[in-house]
Antibody, heavy 114, light 112 residues
């Protein structure tokens, strides 16, 4: 069974930084494009960023451009999201998803609050 | 950005009865490669999303055949032939043709 396990969430002050990780197992991570998708409390889904299989192409939603950076390590089978200049409105559960949403992790909660 | 509009936003259904959810996009979802990248996701209470349908009408592995997807261009539909109790939750459409990827607002399916 495909496993995606996110970690790194927590409480951070506005303007702070956080690094999320998504560890993949039981599937060939390097053959899948990956995305981060977030869900604010009680709200719908928002796609945040996409990274191609080899990391050569990345696409961000406008609201995080210049603040978030996605990367991946195909040797460690891990996806990352470096988040900086965090805002209250970035508060959400962050999911990693493989392909066009074929597989999802359980999510990690990021809370931005003073 | 492509706006995805779902209707209804709330769908009370009777067990064993059919149900359908509409999803409309503000632009055509036909890609330059000829494919239409419209997916449907289910999110049960307290769970992560799960993809049900990809490229309009292709069911994912393990998805019951009571779920089906249809549509083209800008108008799409998710249908459930006979609703079961385990179908309660939110359903989201998502377009994967244009950047940024965008989701519909979600439709909550509940049992009457």
């Amino acid at each position: 069974e495909v496993q995606l396990v996110e970690s790194g969430g927590g409480l951070v002050r506005p303007g702070g930084s956080l690094r999320l990780s998504c560890a993949a197992s039981t599937f060939t991570f390097s053959t899948f494009a990956m995305s981060w998708v977030r869900q604010a409390p009680g709200k719908g889904l928002e796609w945040v960023v996409y990274i191609k299989q080899d990391g050569s192409d990345k696409y961000y939603v406008d609201s995080v451009k210049g603040r978030f950076t996605v990367s991946r390590d195909n040797v460690k089978n891990t996806l990352y999201l470096q988040m900086s200049s965090l805002r209250v409105e970035d508060t959400a559960v962050y999911y990693c998803a493989a392909g066009t949403g074929a597989f999802w992790g359980q999510g990690t909660l990021v809370t931005v609050s003073s | 950005d492509v706006v995805m509009t779902q209707s209804p936003l709330s769908l009370p259904v009777t067990l064993g009865q059919p149900a359908s959810i509409s999803c409309r996009s503000s632009r055509s979802l036909v890609s330059s490669d000829g494919n239409t990248y419209l997916n449907w996701f289910q999110q049960r209470p307290g769970q992560s999303p799960r993809r049900l349908i990809y490229k309009v009408s292709n069911r994912d592995s393990g998805v019951p055949d009571r779920f089906s997807g249809s549509g083209s261009g800008t108008d799409f539909t998710l249908s459930i032939s006979r609703v079961e109790a385990e179908d309660v939750g939110f359903y989201f459409c998502m377009q994967g043709t244009h950047w940024p990827r965008t989701f519909g607002q979600g439709t909550e399916v509940e049992i009457k």
